[in-house]
């Protein structure tokens, strides 16, 4: 829930009466505005009775530190992720930094770009205040905006991301540090800066759930129904040696258990990862690829599900950095590694599955299973992989990384780019992989030597100015690899 507050001049000058009704529409237009993005918005001023105030010729804006304290109040006693203020003529900037010290929330400073009221004056007077007083993080660190609702909007997306992912967990299905890579270990507890906190399961309560539910008779059921779903709505194509009907049904159990077990923390699971490797792929037998294909995925055999950000490898940055996306956008996240890149192109396609949304980037999950080919990995003891090939369209691509100890978030805006034949017929290790592709905003060189990790995360659709707030909420560097002055401060400071 985002608040939206209205201050106003406690001085009778020229012009007042206009003045306020002026303000009123302000404000009205920018809640309307909002809740047409469906963003839930707290109206202080109308809470505060300040509607019927001025219908009695009293100002419809806060102008005094009473009043200031009664909104820190009802601020405080909602699920308010930031707070908006309408600056749209002059106040007294001490009322703003009252508020700010009251209630510590992210502040954003907006005046439309109307030249008949002082918003101009009052936005950098009142952001001067809260950069001279520094009460708190978010006063220092305010965002100022004036005409551009497009942008309140992406601040307000990024507030309620920070807010919902302060307070969630990521339920991680074995510990990280798969197949030796570092940088997916981490530092957990300084990770609590981002994300509420972690709930770690060892990936034998998949397994133990998973041979129950091949050998209890009830279960098989569930089991036989999902796996004639599945069968009918997607291509499968059997090889009586990775992939066969029983190694499918194997998966499909894999999934039904990881599904049973979020279940149990569904209110408060932001997004689930799965290690996989070797222990699931190799000492299992089987790969664990219908978790990342389904979970971020809004249906299954049941019908419609939750869209759930999932990742492979224990990726727990990586993680963020899907649920993040999902939250600005409320659209199922890709996830993959970094396959190929050069000059022109990157290559993003998992170890064995995606979310089955971007087979066609329907709303439609039929649609979806339709393009999507179910067919034997080219890794592990056995386990099919989930095969489409996205098609182009515009992503917003982040990654949060870690380097010397400091977090900083990457993103860009990609250009999606049709996998040709002649694409096609380059691709032989892990062909049978999930594949999108995308220019390369930077060149390979410069790509490469840029990247803190070996996954990207995306989703469809510009939410670069929402990444670039939340980096502001975070308190950390965000770097736009479209914009190769930013790349190159960060090369440089190696």
């Known amino acids: 829930m985002l608040a939206v507050i ?9 012009l007042s009466v206009e003045r306020e009704k002026a303000l009123l529409e302000k404000h009205k237009n920018l809640i309307k505005e909002l809740k047409s993005s469906n963003l839930e918005v707290f109206d202080v001023n109308g809470a505060l009775g300040k509607y019927e105030a001025l219908e009695k010729g009293e100002n419809f804006g806060i102008d005094d530190k009473e009043e200031v304290i009664e909104a820190s109040k009802l601020i405080g006693s909602r699920d308010v992720s930031g707070i908006i203020l309408g600056l749209w003529h002059w106040t007294e900037s001490n009322l703003v930094t009252l508020l700010a010290k009251e209630t510590n929330k992210p502040l954003l400073l907006y005046a439309d770009d ?4 002082a918003g101009t004056t009052c936005i950098t007077s009142v952001g001067a205040s809260l950069w001279e007083s520094a009460v708190n993080y978010h006063a220092l660190h305010h965002v100022r905006l004036k005409g551009d609702v497009e942008k309140v909007k992406a601040w307000s997306r990024a507030a309620e991301a920070v807010s919902k992912l302060s307070r969630k967990s990521l339920l991680l299905w074995g510990a990280p540090y798969t197949l030796g890579m570092e940088h997916l270990m981490d530092d957990l507890p300084r990770l609590k800066k981002f994300i509420g906190d972690f709930l770690i399961i060892d990936q034998y309560a998949i397994i133990k759930k998973a041979d129950s539910m091949i050998s209890d008779e009830k279960e098989r059921i569930r089991l036989e129904e999902f796996f004639d779903w599945l069968t009918q709505k997607a291509k499968v194509k059997y090889d009586n040696n990775m992939l066969t009907p029983e190694v499918l049904r194997r998966q499909i159990a894999i999934y039904l258990a990881a599904k049973d077990i979020w279940k149990e923390y569904e209110n408060e699971t932001a997004a689930v990862s799965i290690k996989c490797q070797p222990e699931l792929s190799e000492m299992y037998g089987v790969t664990a690829c219908l978790i990342p ?14 869209i759930v950000p999932a990742t492979c490898e224990g990726d727990v940055k990586g993680t963020i950095s899907s649920a993040l996306l999902f939250y600005l956008s409320r659209k199922p996240p890709l996830f993959g590694d970094i396959k190929y890149v050069d000059d022109e192109l990157v ?9 089955l949304y971007y087979a066609k980037l329907s709303e439609d999950p039929e649609e979806n299973l339709k393009e999507t080919t179910i067919q034997g990995q080219c890794q592990g003891n056995s386990g099919g992989a989930l095969t489409y090939r996205t098609p182009p369209t515009e992503l917003t691509v982040a990654r949060l990384i870690r380097k010397g100890g400091e977090y900083y978030l990457l993103y860009f805006l990609a250009e999606g780019v049709e996998i040709t034949e002649e694409i096609e017929s380059q691709l032989k290790w892990g062909k049978q992989w999930p594949h999108t592709a995308i220019k390369n905003p930077l060149d390979k060189e410069t790509f490469l030597n840029i990247m803190g990790a070996n996954h990207l995360s995306a989703v469809p659709g510009d939410f670069t100015n929402d990444v670039e707030f939340v980096a502001r909420m975070w308190g950390i560097k965000a770097i736009n690899l479209g914009k190769r002055d930013e790349v190159e401060e960060f090369l440089n400071s190696l």
């Open 6 to 14: 209205t201050f106003t001049d406690p001085r009778k000058t020229a």
């Open 347 to 355: 290559l993003i396609a998992n170890c064995g599955a995606s979310s």
């Open 114 to 117: 109307d030249p008949a009221w």
């Open 293 to 306: 294909a389904l979970f971020p995925f809004n249906a299954d055999a049941k019908g419609e599900k939750p």
